[in-house]
């Protein structure tokens, strides 16, 4: 993430290597699948029994990556926050 200064009372935030960099980190293998509009469905929290667990090596690749995109969102949201109480 770049923050750029160089305008006076503003800041310039450039995500798109970081945002890049979380897609490049995931393997061919782990975009495979079913794709969806959006990830919720009623099965969302529920756990499988059965189900086989994700190598650690993959484990970790998507803890990282959903914690990098969570703090993408959450940084968009304190934005729009401030930008809304500036109006």
Same mark, same amino acid.
């Given at each position: 993430m770049k923050l750029d200064y160089t305008q006076k009372g503003k800041v %310039?935030? *450039?995500m798109i290597e970081y945002v890049e960099s979380m897609v490049k980190s995931? +393997? *061919?293998? *782990?975009l495979q699948g079913i794709k969806v509009k959006i990830p919720w469905n009623d099965n969302l929290f529920k756990v499988r029994d059965k189900s086989l667990k994700l190598p650690r090596s993959r484990s970790e690749r998507?803890? +990282?990556g959903t914690?990098?995109?969570a703090s993408v969102k959450d940084l968009i &949201?304190? &934005?729009q926050l401030? %930008?809304?109480q500036q109006e």
């Amino acid at each position: 993430m770049k923050l750029d200064y160089t305008q006076k009372g503003k800041v %310039i935030i *450039d995500m798109i290597e970081y945002v890049e960099s979380m897609v490049k980190s995931f +393997t *061919d293998k *782990d975009l495979q699948g079913i794709k969806v509009k959006i990830p919720w469905n009623d099965n969302l929290f529920k756990v499988r029994d059965k189900s086989l667990k994700l190598p650690r090596s993959r484990s970790e690749r998507f803890h +990282t990556g959903t914690a990098q995109g969570a703090s993408v969102k959450d940084l968009i &949201l304190v &934005l729009q926050l401030h %930008i809304s109480q500036q109006e």
